[in-house]
């Protein structure tokens, strides 16, 4: 028997010439799909990593003057102002003396009647459970200082020298 080879390409049935799937059309047709969805990832990656940046941006604490701590200014002279006496609730009456705080640099010509006047408008007419309760004087204090600090622009604290209720 003799046995009839074809160098060529080889036929199909009807005799066109039959299309052979090489190993490199095999190996583009399976990666297509996987370098897509890497290339998806790597955008996605991507978009995550300048929209995490972005944040970061718009949320930085920038050092400007309006968001840095004010400083504690220096300390200047004190200021005594003699003991008063404040009328309180019911008959009752408060004996208050404080002194007051300056910043540096400051003139000891503070008008002492009018920082009397800011107290007495302060602490006149409580009650005496509420001028002894200790958190409701620290509220007090802390009025009369932002009281003083508006009307007198070098004043830093007060402090109280004289605080007696009867």
Do not use: C
């Amino acid at each position: 028997m003799v046995e009839q080879r074809t160098v060529g390409r080889p036929v199909n049935v009807r005799g066109a010439p039959a299309q052979e799937e090489t190993r490199s059309t095999m190996t583009h047709a399976e990666e297509g799909p996987p370098r897509r969805r890497r290339g998806l990832v790597v955008l996605v990656v991507l978009v995550v990593v300048l929209a995490a940046a972005a944040a970061a941006y718009v949320l930085r604490p920038w050092e400007s003057d309006a968001a840095a701590p004010e400083k504690a200014p220096e300390l200047g002279l004190v200021v005594p102002v003699d003991p008063i006496s404040v009328n309180l609730a019911d008959g009752h009456y408060l004996r208050l003396g404080f002194s007051i705080q300056l910043k540096k640099g400051a003139t000891k010509d503070l008008q002492v009647a009018r920082a009397l006047d800011i107290a007495i408008a302060t602490y006149s007419g409580k009650d005496v459970a509420e001028v002894n309760d200790p958190a409701r004087r620290e509220e007090l204090k802390a009025e009369l200082l932002t009281q003083l600090s508006a009307t007198f622009k070098e004043v830093v604290d007060v402090y109280l020298t004289d605080y007696v209720t009867q």
